[in-house]
């Protein structure tokens, strides 16, 4: 078993130890608390908050700051290896027991119940020669038995950060509220406090402010026309567009408008190879061939995306003068069965979308 000892660390700490000390405040550690969480020294009830250049209170005027801590990472890293070390080992005392089927006998469940919750694992293995600490551990878990670090655990992760009020905040809560027009002013002020904005939510519930609507405004006939003019562009380039004539619009509200509006979102100019191939009646692989081979004229979209294999892809974006060009240079490429006439005669007669 490795000897679990304390290391003192002193700020500025790195983003490992910020995120290891995170951990221990919120109970949440797979290594249980060695002690109890770090709290403010004027205000006692309160947990303490890591920062790069140390502790801080949680309570926005209170100035409590403390620079060193105990270093989480070697002890997270020992507390696991002491445990997990016995089970891999298969760490036993005397012979084992050589029985077709080992029944855990009353003297030995006995001396389980008694060891295990107060001593834990490393003293239940001489107690109970012929038995390996990984069929300890299992029977424990079976008789709902609990180490000390795992009650240490269970008790940390049942306890929830409590966040303390004062006129103050109430004060800075009332004020915001009534201010508050869009869903991101109620999480600025959160920020502000210092407080997750699920709290600052129900505590303005409780102060009784009333609740802001964020329901948009109604379209208005600017909006529609630039939404109109080009219902083939992408959301987030509408979005843009939108932006720079000094209105704002989600690309959930932008998806919707134009569903409503029942807009024909395909480009009139352009299409993808996979469109293409569709109206040739060909594989997408043979306009890429044709593309390839500098029969046709394509460029890419610009809408790069990552692939599983961390590569990137982009799409083919063929303007359908070029397509008409290509059916002209190059019909024996063509088999006019497999075209869909209907597109093919739009087409040709300068109609297609």
């Keep these: 078993m490795p000897e679990i000892t304390l290391e003192t660390i002193v700020a500025p700490w790195t983003p490992e130890q910020i995120a290891a000390l995170e951990e221990y405040q919120s109970g949440r550690s797979s290594w249980g608390n060695i002690f109890h969480p ?6 006692s009830h309160v947990s303490l908050i890591p920062t790069a250049s140390g502790w801080h ?3 926005p005027e209170c100035d409590y700051a403390q620079t060193w801590a105990y270093d989480p990472l070697p002890v997270q890293g020992k507390m696991k290896l002491a445990i997990r070390e016995m089970l891999d080992e298969g760490l036993m005392v005397g012979e084992p027991k050589t029985h077709e089927r080992r029944f855990w006998t009353t003297r030995e469940n006995a001396i389980l119940k008694a ?3 107060t001593e834990g694992l490393q003293a239940c293995v001489p107690l109970l020669p012929g038995r390996t600490a990984g069929s300890i551990y299992q029977h424990a878990s079976l008789l709902d038995l609990l180490s000390p670090q795992e ?7 049942s306890r929830r950060q409590t966040w303390p009020t004062t006129p103050a905040i109430d ?3 009332r004020e915001g509220i009534s201010k508050a027009t869009r869903p991101r002013d109620v999480l600025k002020l959160a920020q502000s406090l210092n407080r997750p904005r699920w709290w600052v939510s129900n505590r303005a519930m409780k102060l009784g402010c009333k609740a802001p609507r964020f329901k948009q405004l109604p379209w208005t006939e600017a909006e529609l026309d630039i939404v109109r003019n080009a219902p083939h562009l992408s959301p987030e380039t509408l979005k843009r567009h939108l932006a720079h004539a000094g209105f704002e619009r989600t690309c959930t509200a932008i998806v919707i408008k134009l569903k409503r509006l029942h807009a024909d979102r395909q480009d009139p100019n352009h299409c993808t190879a996979n469109a293409l191939a569709g109206f040739m009646g060909v594989d997408p692989h043979t306009v890429t061939s044709w593309i390839a081979k500098g029969l046709l004229t394509a460029k890419y979209r610009g809408n790069k995306q990552i692939r599983p294999d961390d590569q990137q892809r982009d799409y083919h974006w063929i303007a359908y003068v070029d397509v008409r060009t290509f059916i002209v240079q190059y019909p024996a490429h063509i088999d006019i069965r497999k075209v869909d006439k209907f597109w093919f005669i739009d087409l040709l007669g300068g109609l297609a979308r």
Excluded: D, F, L, M
């Excluded at 770090?38 to 205000?43: L, P, V």
């Excluded at 009650?151 to 992760?157: N, V």
């Design 38 to 43: 770090y709290t403010c020294g004027n205000h």
């Design 57 to 59: 209170c949680s309570v």
């Design 115 to 117: 060891t295990y919750p």
């Design 151 to 157: 009650h240490r655990q269970r008790q940390g992760a």
């Design 171 to 173: 004060k800075a809560i």
